[in-house]
């Protein structure tokens, strides 16, 4: 399976909103309601941010949104906090137990 | 709480064999909810899916990797483990271990993760 397209980077300023989005095939995102999103600060462990499409964990700001429409899920941060800096990566289910990711976006802010 | 630990050598030379645990406590590895998986990130690089494990030993595995993988359960110790055989530098990067959520297709409890260095 190949593996989804991210940006590579994406920026806001505090208190603004930023979208990254995540685009696969029919047979990951588009086939299914199983996108992750994993925040990553440098030198440390991923952090589950939201699954299935638009679910967050407990523990999670309401800041973070997720939606998909066809082949593309998008994360959306609100309300930009300096905090919020980190690598962020996506995931899809895509049959047959697999999993794969994207390529990560680097969420700079400004 | 539920915390996952790997270990195992941070440098492996080519050709040779790459072997990793993972030990979870605060909670079983004997249970229907959840795969045990591995997860590895080059440096500089995104994450890469090696694939799961239920606790009746059944697996899935990155078909890409799955001629040189193999993942093994030990319930008794409450650990899963990782091999990959005839390691090149392209398998130098950080390894993680997670819990796999099987009705949200979601990884979301990981192991703080361990560095592996294949070099001679």
């Known amino acids: 399976q190949s593996a989804l397209t991210q940006p590579p980077s994406a920026s806001g300023s505090p208190g603004q909103s930023v979208t990254i989005s995540c685009t696969g095939t029919s047979s990951d995102i588009g086939g299914y309601n199983f996108v992750s999103w994993y925040q990553q600060h440098p030198g440390k462990t991923p952090k589950l941010m939201i699954s299935e499409v638009s679910k967050r964990p407990s523990g999670v700001p309401d800041r973070f949104s997720g939606s998909k429409s066809g082949n593309t899920a998008s994360l959306t941060v609100s309300g930009l906090q300096t905090e919020d800096e980190a690598d962020y990566y996506c995931s899809s289910y895509a049959g047959s137990n697999n999993l794969v990711f994207g390529g990560g976006t680097k969420l700079t802010v400004l | 709480q539920l915390q996952l630990q790997e270990s195992g050598p941070g440098l492996v030379k080519p050709s040779e064999t790459l072997s990793l645990t993972c030990t979870v406590s605060g909670g079983s590895i004997s249970t229907s909810t959840y795969y045990w998986a591995w997860i590895r990130q080059p440096p500089g690089k995104g994450l890469e899916w090696i694939g799961n494990i239920y606790y009746s030993g059944s697996t899935f595995y990155n078909q890409s990797l799955k001629s040189r993988v193999t993942i093994s359960v030990d319930t008794s110790k409450n650990q899963f483990s990782l091999k990959v055989i005839s390691v090149t530098a392209a398998d130098t990067a950080v390894y993680y271990c997670?819990?796999?959520?099987?009705?949200?297709?979601?990884?979301?409890?990981w192991g703080q993760g361990t560095m592996v260095t294949v070099s001679s």
């Open positions: 997670a819990r796999r959520v099987r009705t949200e297709r979601t990884l979301d409890i």
